[in-house]
């Protein structure tokens, strides 16, 4: 489905866009109904915090409660852990050795290399590689677990080590951070939940579950020292793959069902599952080799598939979100990619003495993961700092992955490596800031300068013609999002409100006795013709714009009752002054055509301050005070009037073209009768659309209109003409007289 211009699909009595209301990511943490306080969502969402700090706080005190090393170490040259420092006792002395084996007193030296020092046995790729590390690491937390422990360094030197605990101080000052980021996370995937408690938004919850997991994870792993409790790296290599997997799989899903539904949207969920639980049976079974390898092919096959169901969704639907979620699948995939490649082109590789295997760019991209899935449900709300942290995160992916590239595949040292990479990261998140920022969370929005001169034309035109307002609303509205369709809803809203995942507005076009107009309601759907999300920004943005609209109508408004005021007491002046003296002078006259002349001129200033006085003037109203004017004016000097009126609409006339029509009419009849001496007098006025066409012609003596001289009356004539935006020409009639051709090609009325 798609469209190549907005258009409109109002059908009286019924909401346009019903689905314009259904929830998806981007409104469930906003339920339809206020709930009052405390509602079960409330005490839900205070349990899973309360559960999350639970967890978080029972995982530091586990960890803090273990033994471990308190030691720095380096990847010496010979690819053996070197102490590089530690504040234990006796142990400053054997700074820059290398360590051999870990034993208890006694006991069977076991050997420990490089491997011990690599935290992250899910990103080992070789699995014999993998094995190794897991048993030196769960070798090293039994015998620190069992008590005094003996360290052997290549030069033949033992240390010996009593158990001490770690406490709360060896957590490490990325423990916390790690462990807060889960802790919203998991809680952000609770709210989407209960915000709309359905089982579609069952798949975020779960992603943001998964990756909460991880995050924990991580967190472990971070910790400074040797010694973590055992069977941590024993059981998290396929845990972590699982939680990679589910998310993986939980994104596809979601995929299918935001935010259009695919055709089989069950069978694709149940299929992905379907194949996630295959392979977690057979690599519980040992049958996937190498392991890494069937884990990220296993990722990259799901980033694939919900890309190609994002894409699949924008293609049954142009709907804006379906296009974020598939830039989104497309930077993950990308991301996955580049990470992928850089930890399989560094393992057994010789690595520089600074440089971990794959340690810092899969952290880098699980908070990449994880800034994604927060910044999801957010993406209506224009929020800048969920933003700022994905795009940091994305940058951070690439960063670390080129910086682990650089080492391996072209032997740089450390800093030219990790120098490199950040010029070239920075370098891109230049370039790509606005483009990622804006148009990847769908959801930039118009330019101030060109915002600003849109509702500057519409308040001028607002000014001018009031009751056009609701169209030049959504004419403004159109111009500014370029929606892909607007539409009449049958609720009106408050304020203006951000539905449909983002995909629709619904703007409020209200009046009321004052303005005269009924309330009303605009849908806007798929602002920028599907390529974008609309936000509360967008709604804040209309808002103003409608109050600086109805600001300009109420100005013209009062302007009008001003002049109207002002008019009515002119009117009234007139009347009682001017009329009364001319009514007393015309009792007085000593001549009959006097008092004839002076009957006229009190006709005449009845005629002004009735047109003056009038709150308004309709074209066919008008047409038959002109028509009676006349005919009593041609009679006066025995002339016949022809009169011929014709229009299409009924148009409410401005003071201004009332008072200028009837005065050019009156000149032109005036000239006819006084100067031509005609004794017929025809009068054509015709409305056709917005063109506006009066002849008036005489059989008069009047020839040759080129050579006259225009005084005051044909000057006044040709400068009302002007004023209304027309233009006015005398010719010559057969067989005898003068025809005036007045033509407004753009006659407006107050309507």
């Not at 845990?239 to 994104?251: I, N």
């Not at 001018?464 to 370029?482: M, S, V």
């Not at 002046?573 to 002349?597: F, K, S, V, W």
């Not at 020409?729 to 051709?741: A, T």
Request: proline share 6%; hydrophobic share 50%; glycine share 8%.
């Amino acid at each position: 489905m798609a469209a190549s211009a907005p258009h409109d699909t109002a059908e009286p009595g019924r909401s346009a866009d019903p689905a314009a209301e259904t929830s998806g990511l981007d409104d469930t943490l906003e339920p339809a109904g206020r709930a009052p306080w405390p509602s079960w969502r409330h005490r839900t969402l205070a349990l899973a915090a309360l559960l999350g700090c639970i967890v978080v706080f029972w995982l530091a005190h586990w960890v803090a409660t273990t033994p471990f090393v308190d030691a720095r170490w380096i990847i010496g040259p010979a690819g053996a852990p070197v102490l590089a420092s530690s504040p234990l006792p006796g142990w400053q002395v054997h700074r820059g050795r290398s360590l051999v084996a870990v034993a208890a007193p006694g006991g069977a030296p076991q050997p420990v290399d490089a491997a011990l020092l690599h935290a992250a046995p899910r990103w080992q790729v070789g699995d014999a590689d993998r094995a190794r590390q897991v048993a030196q690491r769960e070798g090293l937390a039994n015998l620190l677990a069992a008590g005094a422990t003996q360290w052997h360094f290549a030069d033949g030197t033992v240390a010996g080590l009593a158990p001490t605990l770690r406490g709360w101080a060896g957590l490490g000052w990325l423990f916390w951070p790690l462990c807060a980021l889960a802790w919203l996370l998991a809680l952000t995937g609770v709210a989407v939940l209960t915000a709309r408690p359905r089982l579609a938004n069952l798949p975020y919850a779960v992603m943001a579950l998964c990756q909460a997991g991880n995050l924990l994870t991580i967190a472990l792993e971070t910790t400074p020292g040797l010694g973590l409790p055992p069977g941590v790296a024993a059981h998290g290599t396929l845990v972590r793959m699982a939680l990679d997997g589910a998310t993986g799989a939980a994104a596809v899903s979601a995929l299918a069902l935001h935010p259009t539904r695919l055709p089989g949207a069950r069978w694709i969920a149940a299929a992905v599952w379907a194949v996630l639980a295959a392979w977690l049976m057979l690599a519980r079974a040992g049958a996937l080799t190498p392991l890494w390898w069937w884990a990220q092919g296993l990722c990259l096959a799901l980033a694939t598939a919900a890309l190609l169901a994002a894409a699949a969704s924008f293609r049954v639907e142009p709907h804006p979100q379906a296009m974020v979620l598939r830039r989104f699948a497309g930077v993950t995939l990308a991301s996955l990619m580049l990470v992928t490649a850089a930890v399989a082109l560094a393992a057994g590789q010789p690595l520089p003495p600074a440089v971990s295997i794959g340690a810092g760019a899969p952290i880098a991209w699980t908070l990449f993961i994880a800034s994604l899935l927060l910044l999801a449900p957010l993406l209506t709300r224009s929020l800048q700092a969920p933003r700022e942290f994905a795009l940091l995160a994305s940058v951070g992916t690439v960063a670390t992955s080129l910086d682990l590239w650089f080492a391996t595949a072209f032997a740089l040292d450390a800093f030219a490596s990790l120098a490199l990479a950040l010029a070239i990261a920075l370098a891109a998140y230049g370039q790509a800031r606005r483009w990622l920022l804006e148009h990847a969370s769908g959801s930039s929005v118009p330019g101030t300068e060109r915002s600003f001169e849109l509702l500057y034309r519409a308040a001028r035109e607002a000014q001018a013609r009031p009751a056009h307002y609701p169209h030049l609303l959504k004419r403004l509205l159109r111009e500014l999002f370029e929606p892909l369709a607007i539409a009449s809803a049958e609720r009106v809203p408050a304020r203006t409100r951000v539905v449909g995942n983002g995909s629709a507005l619904l703007v409020p076009v209200r009046g009321g006795e004052a303005d005269g107009m009924p309330n009303a309601a605009l849908l806007l759907r798929y602002a920028r013709q599907g390529q974008r999300l609309f936000t509360l920004d967008d709604a804040r943005l209309v808002d103003r714009v409608i109050e600086q609209m109805r600001r300009a109508v109420a100005y013209d408004r009062a302007v009008e009752q001003g002049r109207h005021e002002e008019r009515l007491r002119i009117a009234q002046d007139l009347h009682d002054d001017i009329g009364a003296r001319l009514l007393t002078l015309m009792y007085q006259a000593p001549t009959p055509e006097m008092e004839n002349y002076l009957r006229h001129t009190l006709q005449d200033l009845k005629t002004l301050t009735r047109g003056l006085a009038a709150a308004e003037h309709r074209l066919s109203h008008a047409a038959v005070e002109w028509r009676a004017d006349l005919t009593h004016r041609l009679a006066a000097a025995q002339a016949e009037l022809g009169w011929t009126f014709a229009c299409d609409r009924d148009l409410r006339l401005t003071v201004m073209q009332w008072s200028a029509l009837t005065r050019v009419l009156r000149e032109l009849v005036s000239n006819a009768l006084y100067h031509g001496h005609a004794t017929r007098v025809d009068v054509q006025l015709g409305l056709e659309g917005s063109r506006l066409v009066l002849q008036v012609a005489d059989d008069g003596c009047g020839r040759e209109p080129q050579s006259w001289a225009h005084g005051l009356g044909l000057g006044g004539v040709r400068k009302r003409v002007k004023q209304l935006g027309g233009q006015v020409q005398w010719r010559e009639n057969e067989p005898r007289g003068i025809v005036c051709d007045v033509r407004l090609d753009r006659f407006g009325g107050g309507d």
